[in-house]
T-cell receptor, first 116, second 113 residues
């Protein structure tokens, strides 16, 4: 059973370009979470999705950021018109059920976004 | 505001010694989890302790939880060089349908051979 897959592992974008980050959850997991980590910081929650639904996006900036988890295919985190401050490591995690119910989250290796 | 706060921010000990890291949080929780992150890598789940539990063991790891003080500790016994990593505590965000984890800034642990 493959773990959570993220691609690309490293992504370099110029200011103003779009960044697309992909996450394939573990088989059988319907809950997906995206987190952002700045250097020397902990992870900050961005968005929580279940298949085809955004459940909680309270941690995501209101502009330029969007996320989806379609019925088929990976979850996508999309950042439009990137700025230098978007440079960070973006982690995806999946779980078979809600964290609050005691389910473990499994993390992917992350995508390191660098905006030049 | 930061839900989980680890203490100390950095810790350097000799191999074989025990390492203790603490975590404090602000709001009520259903469970608290500890994760390890090696430099530049993803997070590895270490242990989950539920709000009705006081202590939990897993191999060389011992976690305690004091909900009255809103604090937890992670003890690594007989440390090894391979334990060098950053350690994060995380609490569940479950309020009004929200889910996911709130992480602290972490404790950077260095085990010197």
């Amino acid at each position: 059973n493959a773990g959570v897959m993220q691609n690309p592992r490293h992504l370099v974008r110029r200011r103003g370009q779009e960044a697309r980050l992909r996450c394939s959850p573990m088989k059988g997991h319907s809950h997906v979470y995206w987190y952002r980590q700045l250097p020397e910081e902990g992870l900050k929650f961005m968005v929580y999705l279940q298949k085809e639904n955004i459940i909680d996006e309270s941690g995501m900036p209101k502009e330029r950021f969007s996320a989806e988890f379609p019925k088929e295919g990976p979850s996508i985190l999309r950042i439009q018109q990137v700025v230098r401050g978007d440079s960070a490591a973006y982690f995806c995690a999946s779980s078979p059920g809600a964290v609050a119910a005691g389910n473990e989250q499994y993390f992917g290796p992350g995508t390191r976004l660098t905006v030049t | 505001s930061q839900q989980g706060e680890e203490d100390p921010q950095a810790l350097s000990i000799q191999e074989g010694e025990n390492a203790t890291m603490n975590c404090s949080y602000k709001t009520s929780i259903n469970n608290l989890q500890w994760y390890r992150q090696n430099s530049g890598r993803g997070l590895v789940h270490l242990i989950l302790i539920r709000s009705n539990e006081r202590e939990k063991h897993s191999g060389r790891l011992r976690v305690t939880l004091d909900t009255s003080k809103k604090s937890s500790s992670l003890l690594i016994t007989a440390s090894r060089a391979a334990d060098t990593a950053s350690y994060f505590c995380a609490t569940d965000r479950f309020r009004g349908g929200a889910d996911g984890l709130t992480f602290g800034k972490g404790t950077h642990l260095i085990i010197q051979p």
